[in-house]
């Protein structure tokens, strides 16, 4: 009981420092325009790329015949390297934009920088540590084999590792949206309560994976995002998602007999 008293004391700490460096240790009323702005412009990113990137094979229909030769289509490496940089634009550009030229902001001031993420290096590897354990055990699920990697069959090793390249840009650009773009967006207004309102759609985009990993990014989307306000960085969580996600790849690749195939 005494270290659970500790851990919580911990926590807390850590909470309470964040409120008291933003000031939003007692803020009531309606949210100020630029979180307003933030959470509007956080909504409709994610509708359009549920609906434009997503959801494109069933969009093609919509666009002019020039417009949807473009969108992948149903060849794998094409439709999947078109997924990661569609996620590309709408997590990390369309937000940047949105920062620079609207709320003329530095975007290293939303988490898109270096400084503090190697200082903190050795807090990300701990955590990458018992992560990649269970993904170890949970590699030999037909569930986790049938779901990983996205792109099924890879063809080549080219191919594979041209996806997965493509697939670490999307992480970052999906750590900027979420712990950088909507946390520190909404934290001078929230303080450490812009965690859980991130945390709310960050586990949504999750629901077509399996359970374990849906409810594990509740708890991974609330680290990630104390450390990205206590760093000021959100590399630290997208070296780790991309760390586990290449992990996961190569595991299910290896469960299936697929991976010396490719050399």
Same mark, same amino acid.
């Given at each position: ?8 004391? +911990? ?10 460096? /933003? !000031? ?6 309606p ?5 307003? @702005?933030v ?14 990137v ?6 093609? *229909?919509v666009?002019? =015949?020039?417009?949807?030769? /473009?969108? $992948?289509?149903?060849? =794998?490496?094409?439709?999947?390297i ?5 996620c590309?634009?709408?997590y990390l550009?369309? =937000? *940047?934009i949105f ?9 290293r001031d939303?988490?898109?920088? &270096? #400084?503090? &993420?190697?200082?903190?290096? %050795? ?18 699920? $037909?569930h986790? /084999?049938?779901?990983? $990697?996205f792109?099924?069959?890879p ?5 594979? @590792? *041209? +996806? ?5 840009m ?16 909404? #934290?001078?207004r929230?303080g450490?309560?812009a965690i859980?309102?991130m ?8 629901? =077509?994976? %399996?359970?374990p990993?849906?409810?594990?990014a ?6 990630l ?6 760093? !000021?960085?959100v590399?630290?969580?997208a070296?780790i998602?991309?760390a ?6 190569i595991?299910?690749? +290896?469960?299936?007999? /697929?991976?010396?195939?490719? &050399?």
């Amino acid at each position: 009981m005494d270290r659970f008293r500790k851990l919580n004391e +911990w926590i807390a700490g850590h909470f309470r420092a964040i409120d008291d460096e /933003q !000031g939003a240790l007692s803020r009531s009323g309606p949210p100020g325009g630029r979180a307003a @702005l933030v959470l509007i412009v956080s909504a409709l990113t994610l509708v359009a790329l549920q609906y434009i990137v997503i959801g494109n094979r069933n969009m093609r *229909a919509v666009f002019p =015949p020039w417009v949807a030769e /473009q969108l $992948p289509g149903d060849d =794998p490496v094409r439709f999947r390297i078109g997924w990661a940089l569609g996620c590309v634009l709408f997590y990390l550009i369309i =937000p *940047a934009i949105f920062i620079r030229l609207v709320l003329r902001e530095r975007l290293r001031d939303y988490g898109l920088t &270096f #400084k503090g &993420f190697f200082r903190h290096a %050795p807090i990300y590897l701990l955590m990458f540590l018992p992560v990649g354990a269970m993904v170890v055990l949970v590699s030999y699920d $037909p569930h986790f /084999q049938a779901t990983y $990697p996205f792109y099924k069959n890879p063809s080549s090793l080219m191919h594979l @590792l *041209a +996806w997965e390249l493509c697939y670490a840009m999307q992480f970052v650009a999906l750590e900027f949206f979420f712990r950088g773009f909507m946390l520190h967006g909404l #934290k001078k207004r929230y303080g450490t309560s812009a965690i859980w309102i991130m945390v709310i759609p960050y586990c949504m985009i999750h629901f =077509p994976k %399996p359970w374990p990993e849906t409810c594990g990014a509740l708890v991974a989307g609330t680290v990630l995002g104390v450390l990205s306000l206590r760093t !000021g960085s959100v590399m630290g969580g997208a070296a780790i998602h991309i760390a586990v996600a290449w992990w996961m790849d190569i595991l299910s690749l +290896w469960q299936k007999s /697929q991976l010396g195939a490719l &050399f």
